[in-house]
């Protein structure tokens, strides 16, 4: 099946820096990708829609100064946490959407491992 | 109320046993997911489901379109199955987005 990689699988930063992760589609090409947040002992919470060649779409509530994303090419989604803080700790993860199957119609997700990030 | 939700919020079974775990949803979809989360945290996706019954090893999958229920079953259960299990739906009135549940916490013991 298709597969798809996130990097780094985990992060250590000190307050106020940023922090990059990438997501990637290995064998397939993926103009949708998501990113998605985890809270401890939560479910998965949508951050936003990542187009390639065009702007993200966050959802209400996540502000796009601070979680920049970039989706420069078929394969690649990265997603920048700018000046981290402790709050901002957290399990990022990504899912890419297979392109054989249109949107809408038995949608497929194919989802990365996850990046933990610990801001301290 | 959430869209999505699960029961039970957490299992524990004995080896072998035959375990279901349900998910209701109460918007119009499109697809429905389960998924699978362990310790790690990576996300497999077992099952996408629109309709009907779906089988996989030991694990089966329905889902009944007109009471908006679908259920993840696991025969002959074993350790290894021990993971957090999550339905997701394609909710149609949310620009197909997955909609998470909160998950099932489910412990095998041998």
């Known amino acids: 099946g298709a597969v798809v990689s996130q990097h780094p699988s985990r992060v250590i930063c000190k307050s106020g820096t940023s922090v990059k992760i990438e997501c990637r589609s290995l064998?397939?090409?993926?103009?949708?990708m998501f990113w998605y947040r985890q809270f401890p002992k939560k479910s998965l919470m949508l951050m936003a829609t990542?187009?390639?060649?065009?702007?993200?779409?966050?959802e209400q509530g996540v502000e796009k100064d601070k979680f920049l994303i970039n989706h420069a090419s078929l394969t690649l989604s990265t997603l920048t946490v700018t000046s981290a803080h402790p709050e901002d700790s957290s399990f990022y993860i990504c899912?890419?959407?297979?392109?054989?199957?249109?949107?809408?119609?038995?949608?497929?997700?194919?989802f990365g491992p996850g990046t933990r990030l610990t801001v301290l | 109320k959430n869209e999505v939700e699960q029961s039970p919020q957490n299992l524990t079974a004995q080896e072998g046993e035959f375990i279901t775990i349900n998910c209701s949803y109460s918007?119009?979809?499109?697809?429905l997911h389960w998924l699978q989360q362990h310790p790690g945290g990576g996300i497999v996706s077992l099952f996408m489901?629109?309709?009907g019954k779906k089988k996989h090893g030991r694990l089966i999958a329905t889902i009944n379109i007109q009471e908006k229920h679908s259920s993840l079953h696991i025969t002959a259960s074993h350790p290894r199955d021990s993971a957090v299990y999550i339905c997701a739906v394609l909710n149609m009135e949310y620009g197909n987005k997955l909609v998470f549940g909160a998950g099932t916490i489910l412990r095998v013991k041998s």
């Open positions: 064998d397939f090409q993926a103009t949708t």
């Open positions: 899912s890419a959407r297979d392109p054989l199957v249109p949107a809408g119609v038995g949608d497929t997700q194919y």
């Open positions: 918007v119009g979809i499109s697809a």
């Open positions: 489901l629109s309709s």
């Open positions: 990542s187009n390639e060649g065009s702007k993200a779409t966050y």
